[in-house]
């Protein structure tokens, strides 16, 4: 009786396990949409801030550099930081990650809204803008790697988290279309003429007046942009529901593992997960792609305004470039559970290449540039899915390696944040600074020939160069798909044998 007893309530918690790891569409929409306002918020400033800074708030492009450097350098900082501490957050009724989410949005907002305000005072403009920009990057990180965290705390099953991160990165992908028409549009509507070239007009004098309605646009677009931003926030946090432990196994009872282990120290913490081989090549393979990715984000917008000369088109060039980007992640989704993740990676960045170098060898042509921004947008979309699909890989495979560690996949994610804002704020800062040592005029009709140069290497040739040295780190990334349905089997017959273990001394401890 004792074993029919047992196999029985075996077969029942299996039952229920395989119920709860199951994740309905409603939730794995609710879980996407939280993904919308860091890539609406981040699209917009990557491809507007840098404009406006020089165009709108007037400041000259070595200050520029140094906010757009300053406010990415702490963003970066702050990922590990917030990574730990969420690591080491006591699990609440609604969870360990969501409070986190909900608490930082509110602040994030007010920050965001007032990073697109130009102060009535000269003097300590540099600091307004570095203040609210790196406070805005702290809140949003609150919101960032808790999120991303979640991933894990979806379910066990690797389908279903696979399943939901491609949701997440269409949705994320629609965002960013979401924020290049709001921002774009919007400011696009109150663009204000050009000056005179460089040659009728001296460098220093370049300051001028902006319009009132162009600074009116950023804002109500900022506006805009925050209300969406609450809105995501407000149907995650009530479409997910965060499950607890790393196992999932809270049925009836069952202990986690993570509620009795003492959490590690915040170095000991970093040696465990940069110490992880695939993970640090795989983070080193996406700080170079994500760099050169960051550097034609960054400029691509001056790119087409000052050296295409499409100063009244370069906000629906973006957008061509993000929706097409859009459309192509089911077939990205659909290639990577073909042919391989990594095979992927090499596929999709290599697309990319031949039309940035045709975007800057062809002679100015609209008609054309909107083409070869289509046809690049479908590259791009390799760069939104595929890094966050292969990072479960990698915590998979850790904890196959180590199965008695656990309680790391905020510092998983965190870190892995951290190497791509750090790219981005190198180069948000290096270009900007380039431009500033290549003669750049503020609202100028017409740029030097120099600083022509320098947009064309920015948005060609540096991040082609930095595409190849990432492919070719990948070459010894260790994890194929061989090794990944090998993690998985593993997984789960760990998971199978701890609810049998779990199952058999709950059910003898209640008899006796």
């Not at 906010?67 to 917030?82: H, K, Y």
């Not at 986190?100 to 920050?111: D, G």
């Not at 465990?272 to 050169?292: C, E, R």
Request: net charge neutral; charged share 15%.
């Amino acid at each position: 009786c004792l074993v029919y007893s047992v196999t029985l309530r075996c077969a029942v918690v299996t039952g229920e396990h395989e119920h709860r790891n199951r994740l309905s569409v409603c939730n794995k929409i609710c879980y996407a949409i939280g993904g919308a306002p860091y890539q609406i918020t981040g699209c917009a400033l990557g491809f507007f801030l840098q404009l406006y800074l020089l165009d709108v708030a007037q400041l000259d492009p070595f200050y520029a550099s140094i906010i757009l450097f300053v406010g990415r350098a702490w963003d970066a900082v702050t990922d590990p930081t917030v990574g730990f501490l969420v690591s080491r957050s006591p699990w609440t009724r609604i969870g360990r990650m969501l409070p986190w989410i909900l608490i930082s949005t509110p602040l994030a907002v007010l920050s965001y809204f007032l990073i697109w305000y130009v102060p009535p005072f000269e003097t300590g403009k540099v600091i307004w803008y570095i203040f609210f920009y790196c406070l805005f990057q702290s809140l949003q990180t609150c919101f960032h790697v808790p999120y991303s965290a979640l991933t894990m705390f979806l379910s066990s099953e690797q389908a279903e988290r696979d399943s939901a991160t491609a949701y997440r990165m269409t949705v994320e992908v629609l965002g960013t279309v979401l924020g290049t028409a709001i921002q774009g549009q919007i400011v696009g509507m109150a663009n204000a003429p050009c000056l005179p070239g460089p040659g009728e007009i001296k460098r220093s004098n370049a300051k001028h007046f902006v319009a009132p309605s162009q600074k009116a646009a950023y804002m109500i677009a900022s506006g805009v942009i925050c209300l969406i931003y609450i809105l995501c926030a407000g149907v995650l946090f009530c479409g997910v529901k965060e499950q607890k432990g790393e196992t999932l196994y809270l049925l009836n009872g069952f202990k986690s593992t993570t509620d009795t282990q003492t959490p590690h120290a915040f170095f000991q913490g970093i040696r465990l997960v940069m110490g992880h081989g695939p993970y640090a090549k795989l983070v080193v393979v996406f700080l170079f792609t994500s760099l050169g990715f960051m550097l034609l984000e960054g400029n691509f917008a001056l790119f087409c305004s000052s050296t295409l000369g499409f100063r009244n088109d370069f906000q629906n060039i973006l957008l061509v470039i993000m929706l097409s980007a859009t459309l192509a992640i089911p077939f990205w989704q659909w290639f990577l559970t073909r042919f391989g993740k990594k095979t992927a990676v090499y596929v999709g960045s290599c697309s990319v290449v031949p039309f940035l170098i045709m975007v800057v060898c062809i002679k100015s042509n609209l008609y054309v540039t909107y083409v070869v921004s289509f046809v690049a947008g479908i590259g791009v979309a390799s760069a939104f899915l595929l890094p966050w699909s292969m990072l479960p890989d990698v915590l998979d495979d850790f904890k196959v390696q180590n199965p008695e560690s656990t309680g790391h996949e905020a510092l998983f994610y965190s870190f892995y944040v951290f190497f791509t804002k750090f790219a981005s704020g190198v180069s948000l800062g290096v270009s900007t600074l380039s431009l500033d040592f290549a003669g750049y005029i503020s609202r100028g009709c017409s740029q030097p020939k120099e600083v022509d140069l320098t947009l064309k290497l920015l948005v060609s040739a540096a991040p082609i160069a930095f595409m190849l040295i990432g492919l070719a780190i990948l070459y010894s990334y260790p994890i194929d798909e061989k090794r990944r349905q090998y993690n998985n089997k593993m997984l789960q017959e760990m998971r199978d044998s701890e609810a049998d273990s779990e199952s058999e001394t709950t059910e003898i401890s209640n008899m006796i």
